[in-house]
T-cell receptor
Framework: GAVVSQHPSWVICKSGTSVKIECRSL??????MFWYRQFPKQSLMLMAT?????????EQGVEKDKFLINHASLTLSTLTVTSAHPEDSSFYIC?????????????FGSGTQLSVL | DAKTTQPNSMESNEEEPVHLPCNHS???????IHWYRQLPSQGPEYVIH???SNVNNRMASLAIAEDRKSSTLILHRATLRDAAVYYC????????????FGTGTRLLVSP
């Protein structure tokens, strides 16, 4: 089946630094990828929709200047958390689907645990 | 976004069948019903999806009510590895067909 690879699995950084998370579709092309964040014991919250070759679409309340998304190719999307602060500590997850139809399933990365000191 | 309602948690014994309910009374005609599950510290994984007819795959079965306002995910024989949070989601044909997660059902499986 289709595989989505997310890297790194975990990262610890100092407050004020920026962190980049990569999401790759290994064996298929993904026009659209999605980025989620998840706090402990809570559900996934959709942050943004990443579209290859165009600007990302952010959900209400998500700061686009804080969470920079780049979808430079059909197999790679990156999320950069800029000037990270402890409240940005969370589990970040990306996903992609083979197509855009509603009957297409999504494949998820294994997630990135970000801890900001 | 179309809302789904699931029980917060359910318990089962190993080797027994599990029926996980989901209510989606505001479903529209073109919404697909998707189920995903998330094991601890992992990204979600696809379980099954359907539109109107019941669906079976190697992981589970999906029973969809005739009026489509509810569905049930069926695990035929629960194992300890099935302990996870199960999410019932409607994927609608708007806004890049994004998946918006609800609170899900935490399934506990006892040996």
């Amino acid at each position: 089946g289709a595989v989505v690879s997310q890297h790194p699995s975990w990262v610890i950084c100092k407050s004020g630094t920026s962190v980049k998370i990569e999401c790759r579709s290994l064996d298929f092309q993904a026009t659209t990828m999605f980025w989620y964040r998840q706090f402990p014991k809570q559900s996934l919250m959709l942050m943004a929709t990443s579209n290859e070759g165009s600007k990302a679409t952010y959900e209400q309340g998500v700061e686009k200047d804080k969470f920079l998304i780049n979808h430079a190719s059909l197999t790679l999307s990156t999320l950069t958390v800029t000037s990270a602060h402890p409240e940005d500590s969370s589990f970040y997850i990306c996903s992609a689907s083979l197509g855009q139809a509603t009957n297409e399933k999504l494949f998820f990365g294994s997630g990135t645990q970000l801890s900001v000191l | 976004d179309a809302k789904t309602t699931q029980p917060n948690s359910m318990e089962s014994n190993e080797e027994e069948p599990v029926h996980l309910p989901c209510n989606h009374s505001t479903i529209s005609g073109t919404d697909y019903i998707h189920w995903y599950r998330q094991l601890p510290s992992q990204g979600p994984e696809y379980v099954i999806h359907g539109l109107t007819s019941n669906v079976n795959n190697r992981m589970a079965s999906l029973a969809i009510a005739e009026d489509r306002k509810s569905s049930t995910l069926i695990l035929h024989r629960a194992t300890l590895r099935d302990a996870a949070v199960y999410y019932c989601i409607l994927r609608r044909n708007t806004g890049f067909q994004k998946l918006v997660f609800g609170t899900g059902t935490r399934l506990l499986v006892s040996p």
